[in-house]
């Protein structure tokens, strides 16, 4: 397997043959939590950002060569999509104070996310169709975390409310 395979199928996570696309985003999960945890907040962000943009430039190689849009192996969009819902979800439970708060925030970030990014509404879902190549592929699931992440926000201050 080549590095740019490896980097875009998130280590072979894509490579699973049932739902490559959530293997992917469950693989990205503790990666995304250890580089929060470990190295903060503004450490996940910049590596979200240079996936994103070295994703875009893999993308547009990889579909050069193979001839394919967006395959489902191509799994490096979820981690991106993946971190920003988390990053979005966990800045704010970090400012509550009830039980449990930053574990929902984490399973609601992972949920939000896979909604959006298999529902695809709105402009997540013109993207997809519209946006051809690596920014198509990358940008669909930027913004699928952005609205999985407010989603999660929203939830945590609804059940914030209630406790």
Excluded: C
């Excluded at 990666?31 to 993308?59: H, K, N, P, R």
């Excluded at 991106?80 to 979005?88: E, N, R, V």
């Excluded at 984490?106 to 949920?111: E, N, R």
Aim: hydrophobic share 55%; charged share 15%.
């Amino acid at each position: 397997m080549t590095i740019q395979k490896l980097f875009l199928t998130f280590f072979g996570a894509g490579l699973s043959p049932k739902a490559p696309g959530t293997v992917g985003t469950l693989a990205s999960l503790p990666v995304g939590l250890a580089v929060l945890y470990y190295l903060g907040m503004e450490s996940l962000f910049m590596l979200t950002l240079a996936i994103t943009i070295i994703g875009i430039f893999e993308i547009n190689k990889y579909e050069k060569a193979t001839g394919i849009h967006d395959q489902q192996e191509i799994v490096i969009d979820e981690a991106a999509g993946m971190w920003l819902s988390l990053m979005i979800a966990y800045s704010t439970a970090i400012t509550m104070n009830y039980p449990y708060v930053e574990i929902l925030a984490i399973i609601f970030s992972f949920a939000a996310f896979r909604l959006f990014d298999i529902w695809k509404p709105s402009t997540i879902g013109w993207i997809d169709r519209e946006l051809k190549g690596g920014l198509g592929v990358m940008l669909d699931d930027v913004l699928a975390g952005i609205a999985g992440g407010l989603l999660t926000v929203v939830v945590l201050m609804g059940i914030g409310k209630l406790v």
